[in-house]
């Protein structure tokens, strides 16, 4: 579920539509936290549904790192790429604001975090623009994103968080808040990287 203060509003011909928010969204917000009514569709599944859905799918949902589609419900699926993006994810199932967002300013995040199937060219018109994002960006940018969320990560608990309720993942959020656990690296979400550091 998106951040209750945001609307979907057109950006522009290149673009299409995003969501913008309504209200001042501080840093360390919680801008988005996948939800009980997020639908998550196993591969397989995506490849039996024939071309329609798959097109569907392609531009709204991502991968998570079992390889599953995850297609939100609601407005999040509307949140563009920017190579230099208002909100990222650390290693858990929701995003934050990793600046100040005001009334009017796109969310949006690093569509390389979110397991790119191939690669696409970028119009997000930032100085940082990489012009084409491909699937491999996440190892070139994965310490730079952690450092990015680090900064953000410790104004969690002092700001108001409306999706709170949301966040199942309060046990591991709340020793990193502490200082006795490491914040998870976005690495955590890469297509595979569970497999391949769980002991077995
Ligand atoms: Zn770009």
Redesign the pocket.
């Given at each position: 579920m998106v951040h209750p203060d945001t609307e979907l509003r057109f950006i522009s011909p290149e673009i299409g539509f995003g969501v913008v928010a309504t209200r001042f969204i501080p840093k360390g917000t919680i801008t988005w936290v996948q939800d009980e009514l997020d639908q998550v569709i196993p591969a397989e599944r995506v490849h039996s549904l024939g071309t329609i859905y798959s097109k569907v799918l392609c531009k709204y949902s991502y991968l998570n790192a079992r390889g599953e589609y995850v297609l939100c419900w609601d407005l999040a699926r509307y949140i563009n790429?920017?190579?230099?993006p208002s909100c990222l994810s650390a290693g858990y199932n929701f995003e934050i604001a990793v600046r100040d967002i005001h009334p009017g300013d796109e969310l949006t995040d690093d569509y390389a975090t979110l397991n790119l199937d191939g690669s696409f060219e970028?119009?997000?018109?930032?100085h940082?623009?990489?012009?084409t994002?491909h699937e491999g960006d996440i190892y070139a940018y994965a310490d730079h994103w952690d450092s990015v969320v680090r900064d953000a990560f410790p104004l969690i608990a002092n700001i108001p968080q409306p999706l709170w309720p949301l966040v199942e993942e309060k046990e591991p959020l709340s020793a990193a808040l502490a200082g006795s656990a490491e914040i998870a690296s976005c690495k955590v979400n890469l297509r595979g990287y569970q497999k391949r550091h769980t002991p077995a």
């Amino acid at each position: 579920m998106v951040h209750p203060d945001t609307e979907l509003r057109f950006i522009s011909p290149e673009i299409g539509f995003g969501v913008v928010a309504t209200r001042f969204i501080p840093k360390g917000t919680i801008t988005w936290v996948q939800d009980e009514l997020d639908q998550v569709i196993p591969a397989e599944r995506v490849h039996s549904l024939g071309t329609i859905y798959s097109k569907v799918l392609c531009k709204y949902s991502y991968l998570n790192a079992r390889g599953e589609y995850v297609l939100c419900w609601d407005l999040a699926r509307y949140i563009n790429h920017s190579c230099d993006p208002s909100c990222l994810s650390a290693g858990y199932n929701f995003e934050i604001a990793v600046r100040d967002i005001h009334p009017g300013d796109e969310l949006t995040d690093d569509y390389a975090t979110l397991n790119l199937d191939g690669s696409f060219e970028c119009h997000c018109g930032t100085h940082q623009c990489r012009r084409t994002v491909h699937e491999g960006d996440i190892y070139a940018y994965a310490d730079h994103w952690d450092s990015v969320v680090r900064d953000a990560f410790p104004l969690i608990a002092n700001i108001p968080q409306p999706l709170w309720p949301l966040v199942e993942e309060k046990e591991p959020l709340s020793a990193a808040l502490a200082g006795s656990a490491e914040i998870a690296s976005c690495k955590v979400n890469l297509r595979g990287y569970q497999k391949r550091h769980t002991p077995a």
